[in-house]
């Protein structure tokens, strides 16, 4: 999908989502907690839009740890796993679409007060905004684990 488009539908989403959000909680069930689950499956990587999220009453005792308050925490992202219609959403359900790809050339930083290091590597796997993934130092032949800042650098946090 071109980035474009693929804007587009993310803009369409959110704009869903926030109405969904403005117009109130439906009222669950006595004794049921409002929800966002899934409102149709998901397989492994598919992307995430408004059309599949929606409201449901669930009860305390089935209440999962880590249900999202707020579904734009995810909108956009893409499925780590299958995930069936119902489903309460949940953050580690997703993962941010990927800006860096695995085999990129990247530029590793790791700044500290007086100091900034910078070392060309190369990226192990793929990885989006913010995530840890393992990356080759080619000057060292060492891997580390570094954060994805941009399509074209990470940062070694300690």
């Known amino acids: 999908m071109k980035p474009f488009v693929a804007t587009w539908v993310l803009i369409g989403s959110l ?4 109405n969904a959000l403005a117009s109130g909680p ?3 069930p006595e004794g049921e907690r409002p929800l966002w689950v899934l ?20 009860p305390p005792q089935t209440f999962p740890p880590g249900a ?13 796993r299958a995930i069936q219609a119902g489903a309460v959403l949940r953050k580690d359900q997703f993962r941010p679409e990927p800006i860096l790809r695995k085999g990129q050339k990247v530029e590793i ?7 900034r290091i910078v ?33 074209k650098r990470v ?4």
């Open 39 to 58: 409102t149709c499956s998901l397989s492994k990587g598919d992307l995430l839009t408004s059309e599949c999220v929606g409201k449901r009453g669930v």
């Open 155 to 158: 940062v070694v946090d300690f």
């Open 15 to 18: 704009w869903a989502v926030w």
């Open 109 to 115: 930083v790791l700044e500290a007060e007086n100091l």
């Open 26 to 28: 439906e009222k669950p």
């Open 119 to 151: 070392a060309p590597g190369q990226s192990l796997e793929d990885g989006g905004k913010g995530e840890s993934i393992r990356v080759l130092n080619t000057s060292s032949r060492q891997v580390i684990v570094a954060r994805v800042v941009d399509a």
């Open 68 to 80: 999202l308050e707020d579904p734009r925490e995810v909108l956009g992202m893409r499925a780590v």
